[in-house]
Protein backbone atom coordinates (compact mmCIF):
# COMPACT_ATOMS: atom_id res chain seq x y z
CA UNK A 1 0.00 0.00 0.00
CA UNK A 2 1.91 3.01 -1.14
CA UNK A 3 0.61 5.75 0.38
CA UNK A 4 3.57 8.37 -0.86
CA UNK A 5 4.06 7.41 -4.67
CA UNK A 6 7.33 8.80 -6.93
CA UNK A 7 7.25 8.52 -10.45
CA UNK A 8 9.69 7.59 -12.08
CA UNK A 9 12.03 6.35 -10.04
CA UNK A 10 14.82 6.56 -12.13
CA UNK A 11 14.70 9.02 -14.50
CA UNK A 12 18.06 10.48 -17.01
CA UNK A 13 18.06 13.47 -18.76
CA UNK A 14 20.52 15.44 -20.70
CA UNK A 15 22.32 18.49 -19.35
CA UNK A 16 20.36 21.64 -19.72
CA UNK A 17 17.45 19.73 -20.64
CA UNK A 18 13.87 20.32 -18.37
CA UNK A 19 12.97 17.70 -16.27
CA UNK A 20 10.05 17.05 -14.05
CA UNK A 21 9.52 14.56 -11.08
CA UNK A 22 5.76 13.58 -9.67
CA UNK A 23 4.67 12.63 -6.38
CA UNK A 24 1.57 11.75 -5.29
CA UNK A 25 -0.28 10.47 -2.05
CA UNK A 26 -3.35 8.75 -0.89
CA UNK A 27 -2.73 10.12 3.08
CA UNK A 28 -4.55 13.39 1.73
CA UNK A 29 -1.81 15.31 4.05
CA UNK A 30 -1.73 18.68 4.09
CA UNK A 31 1.80 19.34 3.50
CA UNK A 32 4.35 18.20 0.88
CA UNK A 33 8.23 18.23 0.93
CA UNK A 34 10.53 17.85 -2.16
CA UNK A 35 14.23 17.25 -0.65
CA UNK A 36 17.18 16.91 -2.45
CA UNK A 37 19.65 13.88 -1.20
CA UNK A 38 23.26 13.53 -2.22
CA UNK A 39 25.55 10.32 -0.96
CA UNK A 40 26.34 10.12 1.88
CA UNK A 41 24.74 13.91 3.09
CA UNK A 42 21.31 14.44 4.94
CA UNK A 43 18.40 15.22 2.69
CA UNK A 44 18.30 18.52 2.12
CA UNK A 45 15.06 20.70 1.82
CA UNK A 46 14.20 22.03 -1.48
CA UNK A 47 10.30 23.89 -0.40
CA UNK A 48 7.23 22.38 0.45
CA UNK A 49 3.46 23.54 0.43
CA UNK A 50 1.51 23.89 3.22
CA UNK A 51 -1.82 23.16 1.51
CA UNK A 52 -2.07 25.68 -1.37
CA UNK A 53 0.93 28.18 0.06
CA UNK A 54 4.33 27.63 -1.15
CA UNK A 55 7.54 28.06 1.11
CA UNK A 56 10.63 28.21 -0.27
CA UNK A 57 13.73 27.88 1.47
CA UNK A 58 16.54 30.55 0.74
CA UNK A 59 19.25 28.80 -0.89
CA UNK A 60 17.08 26.43 -2.79
CA UNK A 61 18.29 27.47 -6.77
CA UNK A 62 15.99 29.37 -8.86
CA UNK A 63 16.41 26.57 -11.42
CA UNK A 64 14.12 24.09 -9.12
CA UNK A 65 10.44 25.09 -9.44
CA UNK A 66 7.33 23.35 -7.93
CA UNK A 67 4.15 23.16 -8.69
CA UNK A 68 0.87 21.69 -6.82
CA UNK A 69 -2.41 21.66 -8.71
CA UNK A 70 -4.61 19.47 -5.68
CA UNK A 71 -3.40 17.42 -2.60
CA UNK A 72 -2.65 14.71 -4.03
CA UNK A 73 -0.15 15.76 -6.36
CA UNK A 74 3.29 18.23 -6.20
CA UNK A 75 5.66 17.90 -8.83
CA UNK A 76 9.15 18.83 -8.79
CA UNK A 77 10.18 20.93 -12.02
CA UNK A 78 13.94 21.33 -12.98
CA UNK A 79 14.65 23.81 -15.25
CA UNK A 80 17.81 23.73 -16.88
CA UNK A 81 19.54 20.74 -14.83
CA UNK A 82 23.32 20.43 -14.13
CA UNK A 83 25.63 18.08 -13.48
CA UNK A 84 25.51 19.53 -10.03
CA UNK A 85 21.59 18.53 -9.92
CA UNK A 86 22.62 15.03 -10.11
CA UNK A 87 20.93 13.33 -6.92
CA UNK A 88 17.86 11.25 -5.49
CA UNK A 89 15.04 13.36 -4.87
CA UNK A 90 12.23 12.39 -2.27
CA UNK A 91 8.84 13.94 -1.84
CA UNK A 92 7.60 13.56 1.97
CA UNK A 93 4.20 14.31 3.23
CA UNK A 94 2.94 15.20 6.74
CA UNK A 95 -0.37 16.61 8.31
CA UNK A 96 0.07 19.62 10.62
CA UNK A 97 -2.49 21.17 12.30
CA UNK A 98 -2.09 24.60 13.97
CA UNK A 99 1.11 26.11 15.60
CA UNK A 100 2.49 22.20 15.90
CA UNK A 101 2.10 19.14 14.87
CA UNK A 102 4.23 16.40 16.09
CA UNK A 103 3.85 13.88 13.55
CA UNK A 104 6.48 12.10 11.43
CA UNK A 105 6.62 12.63 7.59
CA UNK A 106 6.33 10.45 5.14
CA UNK A 107 8.51 10.02 2.15
CA UNK A 108 7.96 8.12 -1.13
CA UNK A 109 10.78 5.37 -2.43
CA UNK A 110 12.41 9.02 -4.29
CA UNK A 111 13.44 9.53 -7.57
CA UNK A 112 17.21 9.21 -8.64
CA UNK A 113 17.93 11.80 -11.18
CA UNK A 114 21.12 11.59 -13.24
CA UNK A 115 22.02 14.01 -15.85
CA UNK A 116 23.90 13.05 -18.93
CA UNK B 1 26.35 24.61 10.51
CA UNK B 2 24.93 21.70 11.06
CA UNK B 3 22.02 21.66 13.93
CA UNK B 4 21.78 18.09 13.75
CA UNK B 5 24.66 15.65 13.67
CA UNK B 6 25.61 12.09 13.41
CA UNK B 7 29.20 11.68 13.87
CA UNK B 8 29.41 8.26 13.39
CA UNK B 9 29.16 7.58 9.99
CA UNK B 10 29.05 3.88 10.03
CA UNK B 11 28.24 1.02 12.77
CA UNK B 12 29.05 -2.94 12.22
CA UNK B 13 27.28 -4.94 15.28
CA UNK B 14 27.19 -8.42 15.71
CA UNK B 15 23.68 -9.84 15.34
CA UNK B 16 22.09 -10.18 18.95
CA UNK B 17 23.92 -7.51 20.38
CA UNK B 18 22.90 -3.93 21.20
CA UNK B 19 23.13 -1.45 18.62
CA UNK B 20 23.36 1.91 19.55
CA UNK B 21 23.24 4.67 17.44
CA UNK B 22 24.34 8.58 18.25
CA UNK B 23 23.06 11.92 17.76
CA UNK B 24 23.44 15.15 18.69
CA UNK B 25 21.65 18.70 18.27
CA UNK B 26 22.84 22.52 18.75
CA UNK B 27 19.24 24.52 18.36
CA UNK B 28 17.69 24.38 22.23
CA UNK B 29 14.39 25.24 20.00
CA UNK B 30 14.10 21.44 18.78
CA UNK B 31 11.08 19.68 21.26
CA UNK B 32 10.55 16.70 19.02
CA UNK B 33 12.84 14.02 17.60
CA UNK B 34 12.63 11.40 15.11
CA UNK B 35 14.41 8.56 14.11
CA UNK B 36 13.98 7.18 10.01
CA UNK B 37 15.62 4.33 8.37
CA UNK B 38 16.06 3.88 5.19
CA UNK B 39 17.26 0.82 3.01
CA UNK B 40 19.17 1.32 -0.33
CA UNK B 41 16.66 2.53 -3.63
CA UNK B 42 14.09 3.04 -0.72
CA UNK B 43 12.87 6.40 0.93
CA UNK B 44 13.27 6.90 4.65
CA UNK B 45 10.75 5.26 6.51
CA UNK B 46 9.61 6.70 10.44
CA UNK B 47 10.92 4.21 13.25
CA UNK B 48 10.26 6.01 16.36
CA UNK B 49 10.15 9.29 17.84
CA UNK B 50 10.22 11.03 21.36
CA UNK B 51 8.97 14.46 22.27
CA UNK B 52 11.19 16.98 24.62
CA UNK B 53 8.88 16.31 27.66
CA UNK B 54 10.11 12.44 27.72
CA UNK B 55 13.85 11.34 28.54
CA UNK B 56 12.45 7.62 26.99
CA UNK B 57 10.32 6.05 24.32
CA UNK B 58 10.13 2.49 23.76
CA UNK B 59 8.80 0.55 20.76
CA UNK B 60 9.94 -3.30 20.94
CA UNK B 61 13.30 -3.74 20.10
CA UNK B 62 13.63 -0.05 19.87
CA UNK B 63 14.03 2.89 22.33
CA UNK B 64 15.05 6.43 22.09
CA UNK B 65 16.90 8.68 24.97
CA UNK B 66 16.98 12.07 25.02
CA UNK B 67 18.79 13.90 27.45
CA UNK B 68 18.27 17.33 27.06
CA UNK B 69 20.85 18.66 28.83
CA UNK B 70 23.34 17.36 26.83
CA UNK B 71 21.72 17.85 23.66
CA UNK B 72 21.60 14.41 22.94
CA UNK B 73 19.68 11.68 21.93
CA UNK B 74 20.38 7.93 20.94
CA UNK B 75 18.74 5.02 19.55
CA UNK B 76 19.12 1.96 20.70
CA UNK B 77 18.01 -1.69 19.25
CA UNK B 78 18.24 -4.88 20.85
CA UNK B 79 18.68 -7.26 19.59
CA UNK B 80 20.37 -6.16 16.47
CA UNK B 81 18.93 -8.43 13.45
CA UNK B 82 20.95 -8.27 9.86
CA UNK B 83 17.31 -7.18 8.54
CA UNK B 84 18.17 -3.88 10.53
CA UNK B 85 21.28 -3.37 8.66
CA UNK B 86 20.63 0.08 6.92
CA UNK B 87 21.22 3.79 7.21
CA UNK B 88 19.44 5.98 10.12
CA UNK B 89 18.85 9.50 10.29
CA UNK B 90 18.18 11.49 12.89
CA UNK B 91 15.73 14.25 12.72
CA UNK B 92 14.70 17.03 14.86
CA UNK B 93 11.30 19.74 14.90
CA UNK B 94 11.10 22.91 16.53
CA UNK B 95 7.79 24.10 16.82
CA UNK B 96 5.81 26.39 14.69
CA UNK B 97 5.58 25.18 10.92
CA UNK B 98 9.42 24.26 10.52
CA UNK B 99 10.69 21.46 8.22
CA UNK B 100 12.77 18.50 10.01
CA UNK B 101 16.32 19.08 10.35
CA UNK B 102 18.32 15.90 9.57
CA UNK B 103 21.59 14.22 10.15
CA UNK B 104 23.92 13.03 7.87
CA UNK B 105 22.88 9.15 8.89
CA UNK B 106 24.82 6.07 10.30
CA UNK B 107 25.13 3.33 8.18
CA UNK B 108 23.99 -0.10 10.33
CA UNK B 109 25.53 -3.18 9.21
CA UNK B 110 24.18 -6.08 12.01
CA UNK B 111 26.94 -8.87 10.87
CA UNK B 112 25.21 -12.47 11.45
Known amino acids: DAMVIQNPRYQVTQFGKPVTLSCSQT?????MYWYQQKSSQAPKLLFH???????NEADTPDNFQSRRPNTSFCFLDIRSPGLGDAAMYLCATSRVEGWHSNQPQHFGDGTRLSIL | DQQVKQNSPSLSVQEGRISILNCDYTNSMFDYFLWYKKYPAEGPTFLIS?????DKNEDGRFTVFLNKSAKHLSLHIVPSQPGDSAVYFCAALSPGNTPLVFGKGTRLSVIA
Open chain 2, 50 to 54: ISSIK
Open chain 1, 27 to 31: LNHNV
Open chain 1, 49 to 55: YYDKDFN
